[in-house]
């Protein structure tokens, strides 16, 4: 167990729909980082918080948008999904901006 | 440091070593990291490496670094079939010398134990 927790564990939704992700990191940790797994694309960088500010962006479409509330956990909101979006999504935190990365338990989205 | 490659498959029998091989792009220093992925589970962190080293030892595990080649592997001594899982290799990105969070991960290779 990496103390890094998401929820849902299993998201099933339509096309066009809009979902939350949810993320507390480790005890301490600061940053939060958002990565999603596919078949096709691998293991890709979306998005990095770091003390509730946005510190590095990567492959993340328009559609989708994350923050960092004050007590450190992340939210990463899906909005117009499409099939594509099928995915699972991890969440990962480090103590500071450079530290190593423990990932949770990812949550698996599925749209259909 | 955007394309970090790993060969997809792996089989070895219960007892012996497996090597699991990667190669980075970034020539800058940077820290490069194992992870391990086991079905239905997420990516747990295994090992990592500063690249101004050759080698770091864990227990089984063993990581060489060749700077010159940009290649890096993971020795797992004695495999057990409780290995079995997918290896991700990854390189932390750098800026302007900078080292920053993202990580650039390979494709993972699938390492079979068989008994």
């Known amino acids: 167990d990496s103390g890094v927790t998401q929820t849902p564990k299993h998201l099933i939704t339509a096309t066009g729909q809009r979902v939350t992700l949810r993320c507390s990191p480790r005890?301490?940790?600061?940053?939060v980082y958002w990565y999603q797994q596919s078949l096709d694309q691998g293991l890709q960088f979306l998005i990095q918080?770091?003390?509730?500010?946005?510190?590095a962006k990567g492959n993340i479409l328009e559609r989708f948008s994350a923050q960092q509330f004050p007590d450190l956990h992340s939210e990463l909101n899906l909005s117009s999904l499409e099939l594509g979006d099928s995915a699972l999504y991890f969440c990962?935190?480090?103590?500071?901006?450079?530290?190593?990365?423990?990932f949770g338990p990812g949550t698996r989205l599925t749209v259909l | 440091g955007e394309d970090v490659e790993q060969s997809l498959f792996l089989s070895v029998r219960e007892g012996d070593s497996s090597v699991i091989n990667c190669t980075y792009t970034?020539?800058?220093?940077?820290?490069l990291y194992w992870y391990k992925q086991e079905p239905g589970a997420g990516l747990q962190l295994l090992t990592y490496?500063?690249?101004?080293?050759d080698m770091k030892q864990d227990q089984r595990l063993t990581v060489l670094l060749n700077k010159k080649d940009k290649h890096l592997s993971l020795r797992i001594a004695d495999t057990q079939t409780g290995d079995s899982a997918i290896y991700f290799c990854?390189?932390?990105?750098?800026?302007?010398?900078?080292?920053?969070?993202?990580?650039?991960f390979g494709r993972g290779t699938q390492l079979t134990v068989w008994p």
């Open positions: 990962a935190s480090s103590a500071n901006m450079y530290n190593e990365q423990f």
């Open positions: 005890s301490g940790d600061l940053s």
């Open positions: 918080y770091y003390n509730g500010e946005e510190r």
């Open positions: 970034d020539s800058s220093s940077t820290y």
């Open positions: 490496i500063f690249s101004n080293m």
């Open positions: 990854a390189e932390a990105d750098r800026f302007g010398g900078s080292t920053l969070g993202r990580l650039y």
